[in-house]
């Protein structure tokens, strides 16, 4: 049985001190991703990397990024997807789906065409269901596929739950739009295309596709610096196709025009928060790298 000094000790001291210690983790444990500050002379812009699925429990966000998007003159993102659906649905009709008349995948040699639906089929989708799909946009649906094995929905993603914190109350800025990103995609000669999706269905099939989801959503979950590099680090020397589509045009291409929107963006208000993709912030060519050698200050809070 406990004395009444030890329960008055337990009750003034050991309380309020396990209640800061606590309050101290669970802000720790709630860093994801990667949080910049980047300043110039007169003003301050808030640069945080996201992921485009989440799940319930990364909300809500740590308080420093929480309290930066409230007091925000503006948000920025990539995309605003959920301002005008008709428009993100448009835009992927336009570019992601071959045009009436097309061969498809009747094009395709009849061995080839065989490999690919088997391979389909082995992750569980009906080829008939996809056959208007261009490549690049089955790639992008096989890829949603496999983070629903890790048990994120893109429906929580961290850019739309910003959007919708946020919307009706403070202007939204979008870096690029749905319109260009799928124009983007579709670039990608048709060949190009299909050896793509070959090549992911084939790291689908090895678990090498969902093994690197994985690090990449372990690495946002825990704001891990070094393990953000590591992953930097593969993207910079993977010859794969996939790999080098990803460096070249998804990051390179678009990191230097993301650059120079938010460096102007800092140039006219105080305090703004832009939120991208978490591996537009990874490099030696991203976006923070850019912000530095445009003159900015470049601080990283995690």
Known sequence: ????????????????????FLLAFQAMAAERGALFKVSDKEHTLYLYGTIHAGKPAYYPLEPRIRDAVAAAPTLAL???????????AAAFMQH?????????????????RARIETALKAQGIDPAAVVQLKPWMLTTLLAITDLAKLGVDPALGVDAHLAGQVRGRTPIVELETLQFQAALLDRLPIDMQWKMLEETLEHMASGQQLREARELFDAYERADQ?????????????????????REVVLDERNGPMADKLAAMIQRENNAVAAVGLLHLLGKRGVPELLRERGMKVERVY
Do not use: C, H, N, W
């Open 226 to 246: 070094a393990a953000l590099d590591r992953i930097a680090k593969r993207i910079e020397t993977d010859d794969s196709l996939v790999a080098k589509f990803t």
């Open 78 to 88: 990539e995309v605003d997807a959920t301002r005008d659906p008709q428009a993100a």
């Open 96 to 112: 992601g789906l071959f045009a009436a008349g097309s061969p498809g995948y009747g094009a395709l040699a009849p061995e080839r």
């Open 1 to 20: 049985m406990q004395g009444p000094i030890i329960v008055v000790f337990r009750s003034l001291f050991l309380g309020p001190f396990l209640g800061l």
